[in-house]
């Protein structure tokens, strides 16, 4: 497992996931704290391609050895891709949260809504 990392090029959600935005799409995840605090990831119950998600609302599931957890979405959109990689290694989850283990892609439907989410350095601040 890697050590903790924010990285600055992402915006992240109170909900502990992440958002790296690419022009009008966005590639979403859970941060590393989030990792953490479900240990070993061992399941990955993602959207179908083409479902409409909500900002603030659950789309996904992540089961680990400790519990099972809704993934909140930080940005609302059309799901246009998911890894499909996680389905044989869900634990690139917690080995790379924030590359191979990136959980779908979505078109948004809002952009503005990016404004509302924080950076790196207040998601590290709202950790402590």
């Known amino acids: 497992m890697a ?3 924010y990285p600055d090029d ?3 959600h109170t909900e502990h996931d992440w958002a790296r935005i690419e022009g009008d799409t966005a590639t979403l995840g859970i941060t590393w704290y989030a990792q953490d605090q479900l240990g070993e990831v061992v399941f990955f119950d993602p959207p179908e391609v083409g479902t409409a998600i909500t900002a603030g609302s ?3 599931e992540v089961e680990s050895v400790k519990a099972v ?3 909140i979405a930080p940005l609302s959109g059309e799901i246009v891709e ?3 990689g996680l ?3 869900p634990e690139q989850i917690n ?3 924030y590359g191979e283990g990136w ?3 979505i078109k948004l439907s809002d952009p503005s809504e990016a404004d509302g989410l924080m950076d790196a350095e207040s998601y590290r601040q709202s950790l402590s």
Do not use: H, I, R, T
């Open 3 to 5: 050590d903790a990392s």
């Open 10 to 12: 992402l915006k992240y």
């Open 58 to 60: 659950p789309y996904a």
């Open 69 to 71: 957890s809704d993934v």
């Open 82 to 84: 998911v890894n499909d």
């Open 87 to 89: 389905k044989d290694s």
């Open 95 to 97: 080995e790379d949260s």
């Open 103 to 105: 959980l779908v892609k």
